[in-house]
């Protein structure tokens, strides 16, 4: 019999989400966890309504109705706030506490020194949890750390487990309904096809974490592609592996192996080396063939000498060839940069866009230099004093924490509000016949930028606002010249298009859009004081406010279910469309932006 029976597990949730929905989490981690030990386990739980803001509450309602002896708790640093929090309500329910995951395995001591926890896991979790069940805190388990005596217990390190395809499938049936679709129904989904890296940059902690890489089978990996598809429903398939391409053979096998049982009703993203993409070349079409649309690509800097520092083995010319490999095979290509190396300056940073735009990239993240615990980064940093904050909700890549030689927090802050404004080729907008349709293109940029903002919680909307109007006369300065080659099949324009974008002070930047032969050419100036607007204006308070007044949960609800219509167009279940239609918190959102865009024509005419 094993010592503890009725388990709840929980994925803690990262106290900000980032406004992408590839990005959010299937809870697959403890779910393998569940997997590993549902045939010794009376009953395994996952709390309700963990993709909203009321986990802590049904969480709390759970332990008051059933009895659980053993709560887990698996966090990344982002999330480890919430962890505590939940762990805090556990033990209110005397219920003993284990935590694991990335933060846990990298500061056990520090975990330990919470009275709400009273084990660590460290390292991978399936074998040492399973132990753990069978066992309870055990000096013969690896892999585990408690507190006794005054001091703290180490068990010893737990091997990697080499046999990674003895590894049961996650037991994804367990997790709680998201946005109308049950725990093994959901469209956008995850799964590793192998653990651990051949690489040890120094911003990753899955060197930490997973070791050397060690990849599944294809015949196991396509059993669980199996389970997964859905010929009737396009899914969003996260192949979330550190490097998915690491073994071109093994790679080529799976395409193989879903191709001939027809498990191709996928829109596939995965994360790879651009070295890895040219030593794939041969085999992008059967990728593309399976479903791949987007592969992200960790380019970090266009300096050398930066990418040195980061132990980041990869050349810029590898990049160029990688992103027009993934061109002409019809694969997205989606660069990430990190901005805040501790050697580059002001001056550096503003080179990253004008790069990633050079490299033909039509995609780009810039993120914060993040130094996440178990990672090289973070000992130099917390070494040289140069992390501002240990507040782990700021954990995000998104929200900086550290300084550099030459810049203070605010100004990354600020450089990352400048990149994305100088990145942008502004394509969409400039494709666009009419002044209205170019409008809500812009709004529609200029809302995912002031949600990305919205992450960080030591920034307030006025706060916001001001960066994002100061990155735009930022990038003014450098005399941009915005152009689009005429490639569709409009007609050229035949008066110019203009619109405004006015901060609260007054200050405003006019664009305008203009045909100059087969281009389309966007200006922009900054008006003169007293000037009137030339068309309808975008006043940057209202749509900072506007998002501010849409919580993060219904944000998500939102750009899930606009995933969901995007990879299946027309093909929408009845229960799906009720859903979204009745959702009363959507449609406040979708009224209030209507009445912001109709409101910057209603500005011109001075209502």
């Known amino acids: ?3 503890f029976r009725s388990i709840c597990l929980i994925e803690a949730p990262q106290a900000f989400v980032t406004p992408f929905p590839r990005f959010i989490t299937d809870c697959i981690g403890v779910c393998y966890l569940a997997a590993a030990v549902e045939d010794i386990a009376e009953s395994l739980v996952i709390p309700d309504n963990y993709y909203n803001d009321r986990l802590a509450e049904s969480f709390d309602r759970l332990l008051q109705r059933r009895k659980i002896d053993l709560v887990a708790i698996s966090s990344m640093t982002g999330g480890f706030n919430s962890a505590v929090r939940l762990a805090g ?5 005397g219920v003993f506490v284990v935590m694991g995951g990335f933060h846990p395995t990298a500061l056990p001591e520090e975990v330990l020194g919470l009275d709400c926890v009273d084990l660590v896991a460290i390292g991978e979790g399936e074998a040492t949890f399973r132990e753990l069940v069978l066992h309870g805190p055990s000096r013969e388990v690896k892999g585990l750390a408690w507190r006794e005596g005054g001091g703290i217990v180490h068990t010893g390190e737990r091997e990697l487990i080499s046999e990674v395809d003895s590894i049961r499938f996650p037991k994804r049936g367990l997790r709680p309904e998201r946005f109308g679709e049950r725990g093994d129904a959901y469209t956008i989904d995850t799964i590793y096809t192998s653990r651990g890296c051949p690489w040890s940059c120094s911003f990753c902690a899955n060197d930490k974490m997973h070791k050397g890489w060690r990849g599944r089978s294809p015949g196991n990996v396509v059993e669980e592609v199996a389970a997964l598809h859905d010929p009737d429903r396009k899914k969003l ?11 071109i053979k093994r790679a080529e096998a799976i395409c193989d192996l879903m191709i001939e049982r027809g498990l191709t009703n996928f829109r596939i993203m995965t994360e790879t080396r651009a070295k890895d993409i040219v030593r794939a070349e041969r085999i992008l079409d059967k990728l593309r063939a399976v479903g791949l649309n987007k592969v992200g690509l960790g380019i970090e800097s266009p300096n050398p000498q930066t990418l040195e520092l980061m132990n980041k083995k990869n050349s810029l010319d590898d990049v160029s060839k990688a992103i027009g490999l993934l061109e002409r095979h019809h694969i997205g290509a989606e660069g990430y940069f990190i901005i805040g190396h501790h050697s580059e300056s002001e001056a550096d940073t503003m080179a990253y866009p004008e790069f990633a735009r050079s490299l033909g990239l039509k995609q780009a993240l810039f993120m914060s230099m993040t130094p996440y615990p178990g990672t090289k980064i973070f000992e130099e940093y917390r070494s040289e004093g140069n992390i501002t904050s240990t ?6 890549n998104f929200s900086p924490v550290v300084r550099t030689s030459s810049m203070e927090t605010m100004d990354l802050v600020r450089m990352m509000a400048y990149c994305n404004v100088a990145f942008c080729n502004y394509r969409s907008v400039l494709k666009r016949q009419r002044v209205g349709a170019a409008l809500l293109v812009f709004l529609q940029d200029l809302f995912q930028l002031v949600f990305l903002f919205k992450v960080n919680k030591t920034l307030d909307g006025p706060l916001v606002a001001t960066i994002v109007f100061e990155a735009f006369e930022r990038y003014l300065a450098t005399n941009p010249r915005i152009v689009y080659e005429q490639e569709f099949s409009s007609p050229p324009l035949s008066r110019p298009m203009r619109f405004s974008l006015e901060h609260p002070s007054g200050r405003r930047v006019d664009f305008t859009i203009r045909q100059e032969g087969d281009l389309r050419v966007m200006d922009m100036n900054l008006a003169a004081s007293g000037e009137p607007a030339p068309g309808p204006v975008i006043r940057l308070a209202e749509v900072v406010d506007a998002a501010w007044s849409i919580s993060m949960d219904v944000l998500m609800r939102i750009l899930y279910r606009n995933e969901l219509m995007r990879n299946n167009p ?7 469309v009720f859903a979204l239609m009745a959702d009363r918190d959507v449609r406040r959102a979708v009224v209030r932006a209507i009445r912001l865009y ?8 001075g209502r």
């Open 598 to 605: 109709r409101g910057c024509f209603m500005q011109r005419q």
């Open 391 to 396: 507040d782990w909700d700021l954990y995000n």
């Open 1 to 3: 019999m094993a010592y």
């Open 237 to 247: 398939l996260k192949i979330w592996d550190a490097n998915f391409l690491t073994n």
């Open 89 to 93: 309500i556990a033990k209110r329910h």
């Open 570 to 576: 027309g093909r929408l279940s009845r229960r799906q």
